[in-house]
């Protein structure tokens, strides 16, 4: 998890908090609905992987099952969500749901490790979300691929 002085920067340009009303038609674990409401995301264009951070999308339904499209990366029209009742964070892509990270806290603090730290990354994904690279094609495993680590 990131330090209070992490998390400044990382939301430095401000934050994007979400209303009740717009989490109520998805059932979020109450620690990632409580993130999204008091602490929210990131409202940055300086982030790591080319990663945007949405505002209020509506919940989507790929495979039977329904994520909150909360950022993208490079496209919109590839999103990154959360997952309803784990709050895991998924790459969709072609109508398919690729696992990236347990939950937003470790989306969002392996995006910061990226940038200022990469050993670390690789020693916080090993310790602390194992499974982001259980899958030699997963987006984590892609990029420590391409940094060499």
């Known amino acids: 998890m990131l330090t209070i002085e992490q998390l400044q920067e990382l939301y430095s340009t401000g934050a994007h908090v979400f209303t009740e009303s717009h989490l109520a038609?998805?059932?979020?674990?109450?620690?990632?609905?409580?993130?999204?409401?008091?602490?929210?995301?990131?409202?940055?264009?300086?982030?790591?992987?080319?990663?945007?951070?949405?505002?209020?999308?509506?919940p989507v339904v790929i495979q039977n099952?329904?994520?909150?499209p909360i950022a993208y990366q490079w496209e919109i029209v590839h999103p990154i969500g959360l997952?309803?009742?784990?709050?895991?964070?998924?790459?969709?892509?072609?109508?398919?749901?690729?696992?990236?990270?347990?939950?937003?806290?470790?989306f969002l603090t392996l995006l910061y490790y990226y940038k200022h730290s990469p050993q670390q990354l690789e020693n916080y994904i090993k310790e602390e979300d194992p499974s982001a690279i259980e899958n030699q094609e997963s987006f984590w495993s892609l990029v420590l691929k391409k940094i060499n680590l």
């Open 83 to 106: 997952e309803e009742h784990t709050g895991a964070v998924y790459n969709i892509d072609n109508n398919e749901a690729v696992y990236i990270n347990k939950d937003i806290q470790s």
């Open 25 to 58: 038609d998805i059932a979020l674990p109450a620690e990632t609905k409580i993130w999204l409401t008091d602490t929210g995301l990131p409202d940055s264009h300086q982030l790591a992987l080319d990663v945007r951070f949405l505002g209020e999308a509506a």
């Open 65 to 68: 099952r329904k994520f909150l």
